[in-house]
């Protein structure tokens, strides 16, 4: 069985979806998966959708869920919809009695000792662990026997043993054997269901056209796509496997350890464009480079681009990245941030403008701003220097230029120049050892409050 992936983007409006589970906050590699996916949808007019894979009741939560949208949100992934499977339980049912009528569901009875034994053996034996199918070879009685003790079965879907193959959108021409593969479980004992079957009811349902997801689910494509063919699916559903983002130590990252999360970032003052440029170009062959807008990221993106081999995040360059992005961003970019500090009016974009360079975090701006705004007294600055520097002092209306032209008239009387010079005023306008351009910020401070900065306390 062959399923095409050749992907015409004439044809029909991609859909895609990111599906992760609300047993944890996602972090940066679960990032990677929701951005390849947006930028996908957004690249070919598609559609994008949020599924909360919340069928596992025990571990799924609410707060999770909740936590996974203000995560998406702060990163700019605005989902087109959004669904829950928890919600959608008479859709997987109705496809399991379909199965099971067609014979590809059968009712199982094994303890999980006597499968663990059946393995050990297996191994024992050189043989690979595969499932034996010893269910299907039950009787009605043998069948009725397990009931009456009370066992209660989980369902099995009986895999065709034939290779299936794909034409993978990142790692190309794929295959699977699936005589290779256990018949997998996709009904518990108790009833409830594990991801296989209702992911591939969802997708049907939703007309997902793209299944883009990280390499970890290889294998349950060739189950996937025999699942999606014994449930009817009218179209062929493309496949792209992405690298998986591994920690700076190698390891892998998951949901349940909250090792790099999106939330625990965002709680360090990284900023959410470093995040997904990082998540989004680490291990591609595109560099890692500051962008200033994620519809530039968008532009960027290429499905193409993404490398075979594990992708290393690097906790450190985000660090890095994410000052190289604030320092670039425009005052468009950061209005309603800044304006959330107060920081608003006609100097707001030229103080921007001027502090933006001088960020390790944006929330550093507020001290920036209260530098233009606050009282500040410096007490060390010799009287004939003050004096001086006060007598020089131009009348407004003042810009730019006005910094070097005082400064150039309080150098002629004092003859100081230099650091001997620029320090001492730097300290009594800021209280700062360094900082912005002072000729931006002197237009900022204003006369009066340079005056009253340069006045004796
Ligand atoms: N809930 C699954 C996961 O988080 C979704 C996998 C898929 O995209 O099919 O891994």
Redo the contacts with the bound molecule.
Sequence with gaps: MTQQAHYNPGLVAPVVRF???PTGRIHIGNARTALLNYFFARKHGGAFILRF?DTDAERSTEEFALGIEVDLEWLGVAPDQKFRQSERFALYDAAARRLKEAGRLYPCYETPEELERKRRLQIARGAPPVYDRAALALTDAERAGFEAAGRKPHWRFRLEPEVVRWDDLIRGDSHIDCASLSDPVLVREDGSYL?TLP?VVDDIDAGVTH?I?GED?VTNTAVQVQLFRALGAQAATHFAHHNLLVGADGQGLSKRTGALSIAGLRETGVESLAVAAMATLTGSSLAVQPVHSLPELAGLFDLSAISRTSARFDDSELHALSQRVLHGLSYDAVRDRLEAHDIVGFRAEPFWLAARGNLTRFSDIADWWSVIENDIVVTALPSDFRAAAIAALPQEPWDETTWSAWTQAVKETTGLKGKALFHPLRLALTGRESGPELAKLLPLIGRARTLARLSPP
């Design positions: 599906a992760p589970s894979d991801y992911s299944i997801r689910h």
